[in-house]
């Protein structure tokens, strides 16, 4: 059964999901963080060492060209496609 937005759970899908905070959830699910609380991710947005572990939005810690992606929505909406067409 999908979980409500804001709370912890799977969705139809059985994919974990995780919709308030981003240390909480990182540390909850024993993910590497960097100082911020965001999770680094590699280009195709899976966590180093954790092969289909992907990681998206607030939580992710992405750069291009060197410089970190900042929190907005266009830039999860992009990564969003990214990690379907990667999955």
Known sequence: TAQPYGSRGTDPTG???HNRGREPAATAWGLPTDRGGRVPVEPTLEVPGLPG???IGDLAHSEEKGA???MVAPVATQQ???AARNI
Do not use: A, E, I, S
């Open 53 to 55: 572990v992907y990681v």
């Open 68 to 70: 970190t992606l900042p």
């Open 80 to 82: 969003g496609t990214t």
């Open 15 to 17: 994919v974990g999901n």
